[in-house]
């Protein structure tokens, strides 16, 4: 049988009198007159269909969501009964023939956008929810970003390669998701946290310009804006600078996004070091669709009598402050703001209000001197009305709180605009809460300077760059390092002796050997990229079948229990500890499935 | 730095004269004269660069596979130097700077093509493997089979969605690789054996036309063709038929076929039955790049007095033969014949070879009357030198041993010509050695007339189709089972009792019952379209980083061992045994690792 001749928005008015088969899903049913109207949603869109119960019998069974393929004369509309919202509005079908392909149970919610449904209930059942228009135009954009992505890409003479997921374990700093191996029991393969030294090693192995849209898995704790799997785009080059790998980037970015928005973007992204990031913005990655900057004012209080800003000073801080524009500030909201910056790290805040005379009311204002007062008021470029933000404490302190609270009282609802830059510059080591020091991007990223590296670790810097759009991290990337003399003197500033080097990388190391490249790359994410583009707030709306916090996939009610010989070819078995909660939860009548 | 201004082989006649960088490898090194020949060799080519120790005292370096930027200007070759073979055969550079960006040591093998290397070797050394021209061109050929796919699909509306690979395990006829829970101990996910289920969700809900190219694992025991994890073109469309889903895979495939051959593919696939198939070729993956078609004999044989031949008649079985065609057929050859056709399952084998006056050369030539001599010489139109090959058995046996041998006389060396067919209506069931039955596709298939399936299911045919190129099963797809009670009556046949049913596909017979469209769709493996279009005859040569036979990367030596803390994060730990097992071959100083 043929189910359809043409697709709903495939009609106009063009084709009056044309007989036709539409095939779809009854999305809305009215009858008026013995007559129903029945709006039959496909793919491309909804087609009206009237049809008369009285010579077509099932037409009375249609209920919504039944799936049915339905033939007749396509008919110019009544005048008055135009809708000028639907493409196809001038016109409608008169059924001759209504198929039922397959009825549908009463729907557990609302097929439209205005319902607001509980995500768990979204997800259990995933097949209706993507019928709704937004969730259906979450996935064409998305097909829509990738096949982008990859022509720009191939036209700019990249190799698309995959690379195994099967692979032996890799620190990147998350914990690895493990396979166990069933023809070598007690070994496993993980899953892995990118392809970092696969994208490598086609480096070595001569591939100029390699890319691929990868699975990626990080066992993580979950947050708001993680999932078990995500995939990135992943680039590598050899024989380029970093500027030319930001080049190539922001153009296939700019490609992907003026796919979905449309018009054109002219302008070179914005690039800031990590050094102007953290000082403008208080952040590694700012959200540049609004000012609110952050003001150094050390020099005004440099005499101050203020004992919590000379204190800074004095010890080697600084203090800084933020405008944060005309608007209300009374007393409980003032605490609401100490509060929030406590959170954030600091000791205190000291607000401020320009009053309508100029002067300041704030409980600190006392202890200013004129000078002070006129000088705030003058870098803060303060106004009648404006609420002023002031922290004095480490460097480190003043930028998180004052970039927090500027993204608190000035980030834009949504995505209407879109704002990308460049981080640059990244330190080369963080310091680890236990003192301990760590990668900040990951060890095969090449120190700016080998020699500041040696004589400095925790100031050096290295050849790593994130993009960021509208203060959401898209990814990062970083020129490598391509001598193994340098890749052994980093794993030495980390603390991974010579030994434990050779047995967890040798192989790698050896890799470096034969006349590796100099080479570099990049990774950013697709679900979040799509998340903006498509101005959502969850990656799970833009991700066909996601997991919930706590990793469950609520339809399906994976993962799951598997039966004990399953386990027993892998050379597995459970901790007695885990089946006896497990006979402890079936006991009790729990049902930990459920949670989530 | 900029490391090349140029690709070797943008380097031509036209441009003598002009100062240029060109980065990459040294591949080959001749002194003459005082003078070095150095080809350096980059992603796009080669090209010849001319440098003298004497003022450049690095030239004395160079060794094979050291990474370096050259920089000179281009010159016409003397006369009589000119080398044809190459792209940049015309000119040379003469350099005024090189830089040694990486040393190479001395490499393990060479890297031309003429040198035979064994197998574990390249894949130890898989990064200088992928330098060897031939590989660099098969990786090359795959991004373009995977990119020309994609093109087509995307220019017909198709989607790619992407699904999960942390899923609930589902039986699809091969063992699921597990992936255990942190978050929930005790529970495990699986990696997909294919999209399947997660693409019939996409069709119920409204995505009209789904592709992937998807990673997808299996772990079952290594034949020389499989890999733990391959790729596959997946895809799934809505209201549409068997020969709409056909034509798109079709298309499709010629594409592919077209980017990597060049040339145009008019003609249509051939398509045959599946009981077609197994009569003409004795195989439901024909190679049908030569004739040597099976050929029905119970006629010629109906009255015979040859016990072997009667026997098979009267008890319901088949005589058929095949003509090898012209060859030699020493009394030892033949004992080969006869042994191969034990192994594919008969009891014997007849032979016979046209002699030069037209008579039998046959043991068995003297039981059989003229008449049957006569009309077996006619039905086979055999002629003097050919040799013909009888078997007599059931159905079943007879092409097995005849598809058998036929393949063995018959087949092509390579793949250098393309023969695509179809093979359709394949049977619902299989019945296995141990008399329970199977499905012969998956679970999920249509049956060709759910009438016929009730009345007798070892008969019943399903629609469900393969795609064959050059006798290697490509892929396979079926239109699918939209209606639930449909699914249940499948499963019961299957012997899946509906508590079963309910337990293991519940919430996806639940997503039958909201509004199932019609629905089909296809998958065919990337690696093996990509092999024989490449015509490897392994798919690891076209992975760029495959595991050997045992699931073992070479080169990682993945899988591995894990910190028994890692195993308690996840709730698991060895069983005893596998433990005992690991410490008695550390305590003989058995490397179990490197056993492949």
């Not at 008015?13 to 809305?28: C, H, K, P, Y």
Request: proline share 5%; net charge negative; charged share 30%.
């Amino acid at each position: 049988m043929t189910y359809r001749t043409d697709h709903a928005t495939d009609l106009d008015s063009t084709r009056i009198g044309d007989t036709v088969s539409v095939a779809g899903w009854v999305s809305r049913r009215r009858d008026h007159g013995g007559v129903a109207f029945i709006d039959v949603r496909d793919a491309s869109g909804i087609v009206q269909v009237v049809a008369d119960p009285a010579s077509i019998p099932v037409v009375e069974d249609l209920r919504m969501e039944y799936c049915v393929s339905i033939t007749g004369a396509v008919r110019e509309r009544p005048e008055g009964t135009v809708n000028e919202e639907l493409a196809t509005g001038e016109i409608e079908i008169h059924a001759d023939e209504v198929v039922v392909l397959s009825p549908s149970k009463t729907l557990p919610f609302m097929l439209d956008d205005r319902t607001e449904i509980e995500e768990r209930t979204r997800l259990r059942y995933r097949y209706l929810d993507l019928r709704r228009p937004r969730m259906a135009e979450n996935l064409r954009a998305r097909s829509r970003v990738t096949a982008t992505i990859r022509r720009t890409l191939d036209g700019m003479g990249f190799l698309e390669v995959e690379t195994p997921t099967l692979i032996r374990s890799t620190p990147e700093g998350a914990r690895d998701m493990l396979v166990p191996s069933r023809l070598r029991q007690g070994d496993f393969y993980a899953l892995p946290q990118s392809p970092q030294l696969f994208k490598q090693l086609l480096m070595i192995g001569g591939v100029e310009r390699y890319f691929q849209i990868a699975r990626c898995y990080r066992d993580e704790d979950f947050r708001s804006d993680r999932q078990l799997e995500f995939t990135q785009l992943d680039l590598e080059g050899s024989f380029w600078t970093q500027a030319e790998v930001l080049d190539t980037v922001e153009t296939v970015l700019k490609t992907a996004a003026t796919e979905i928005r449309g018009g054109e973007m002219t302008e070179p992204f914005l690039r800031v070091t990590w050094q102007e990031a953290m000082d403008r913005f208080g952040s590694d990655k700012p959200d540049i669709r609004f000012g609110m900057e952050i003001v150094v004012l050390d020099d005004v209080f440099a005499d101050t009598e203020f004992g919590v800003f000379s204190g800074a000073l004095t010890s080697g801080g600084t203090v800084r402050g933020i405008n944060a524009g005309p608007r209300e500030l009374s007393r409980a909201q003032a605490d609401v703001l100490v509060e929030r910056a406590k959170e954030l790290g600091a000791k205190g805040l000291v607000w401020m209000q320009v009053t309508d005379d100029g002067s300041l009311r704030s409980s600190v204002a006392k202890f200013l001197s004129y000078d002070e007062k006129t000088g705030l008021v003058s870098r803060l470029e303060a106004e009648p009305g404006h609420v002023l933000l002031i922290a004095a404490d480490r460097w480190q302190t003043v930028s998180a709180v004052l970039g927090g609270l500027r993204l608190d009282l000035g980030r834009p609802q949504g995505h209407d605009d879109l704002a990308f830059l460049w981080v640059t510059d990244f330190p080369m080591f963080e310091v680890e809460d236990d003192g301990s020091r760590t990668f900040s991007h990951h060890p095969f990223t090449s120190p700016a300077l080998i020699e500041d590296m040696v004589a400095d670790p925790d100031t050096a810097l290295s050849q790593a760059y994130d993009a960021v759009l509208n203060g959401v991290e898209l990814g990062s990337g970083s020129i490598r390092i391509h001598d193994p003399a340098v890749q052994r003197q980093v794993f030495e500033v980390l603390g991974i002796d010579a030994e434990t080097a050779e047995r967890r990388f040798g192989w790698f190391l050896d890799a470096l050997d034969y006349g590796t490249p100099p080479h570099g790359g990049f990774a950013f994410g697709i679900d979040r990229l799509a998340m903006v583009l498509q101005g959502e707030e969850s990656i799970r709306d833009v991700i066909p079948f996601p997991k919930t916090q706590t990793g469950v996939d609520p339809m399906t009610e994976a993962p799951a229990e598997v039966d004990d010989t399953q386990l027993t070819e892998l050379g597995i078995r459970l901790r007695p500890e885990v089946i006896a909660a497990r006979a402890e939860d079936t006991e009790t009548g729990e049902v930990s499935r459920g949670d989530v």
